[in-house]
């Protein structure tokens, strides 16, 4: 029986550097968990099969899982979901890779702050050494298009099994606009969205799907 982290290799190495840095942070509130945890009081059998769960993603603690779309053996191209803890839900990245360069920005993209050098997390450069030493990867200042490609490519279909699921929505278009807008905070229709950081994105997102 292999002794891995989980069948990710991206996730492994992930689990390796994080047990190198013996608790320290490295992006803000962001930890692996055990993969693949239950949820708890969670009894639905599709649901389980299809969010893995694989770390949390804030302090509260909100979770960060896979979310099985199909049936493709590759996992770390799965779209990565962010469960919040008062129950929201968006897309965060279209693969693993992606979520790791939004982690360079060291829990910014959540908190809507700007760090000083000072202010990072104690691993967070050895991190971005790390991610640049596995994967080529350099950090990013705006995870804007990261969230928008997200979208584009899974708000659709997610918003239709999460409807199937959770029919409290008045429409699909009401789905899609809460995915397109990550956080709703002080977003308009015609300026910049806070959450998303894409000027409009709620209109042209919505319109473009």
């Known amino acids: 029986m292999s002794d891995a982290y989980s069948p ?28 693949g945890r ?16 694989f770390a949390y993603a804030t302090g509260a603690p909100s979770l960060y899982a896979l979310w099985r779309c199909d049936n493709r053996e590759d996992l770390a191209t799965l779209p990565v979901i962010f469960c919040g803890d008062e129950g929201e839900i968006f897309i965060e990245a279209p693969n693993l890779r992606d979520l790791l360069r939004v982690l360079t920005l060291d829990g910014t993209h959540i908190d809507d702050i700007e760090l000083e050098e000072e202010d990072h997390t104690d691993g967070h450069r050895e991190y971005l050494a790390w991610l640049d030493e596995h ?50 905070l002080d977003s308009t229709l015609d300026g910049r969205c806070y959450g998303c950081g894409v000027s409009g994105c709620e209109v042209e997102w919505g319109r473009s799907l």
């Open 38 to 53: 239950e949820i708890r009081g969670l009894d639905d059998p599709e649901l389980k099969e299809r969010l893995i769960l």
């Open 135 to 184: 994967f080529g990867l350099k950090p990013i200042q705006d995870p804007a298009p990261i969230h928008k490609a997200a979208f584009e490519q899974y708000g659709r279909p997610f918003a239709e099994w999460w409807l199937r699921r959770e029919p409290g929505y008045a429409s699909l278009a009401e789905m899609l606009q809460e995915l397109a807008c990550r956080w709703r």
């Open 8 to 35: 990710i290799p991206e996730l492994n190495l992930l689990k390796e550097f994080q047990d190198r840095l013996e608790g320290r942070s490295y992006a803000r509130d962001f930890k692996l968990v055990d993969y």
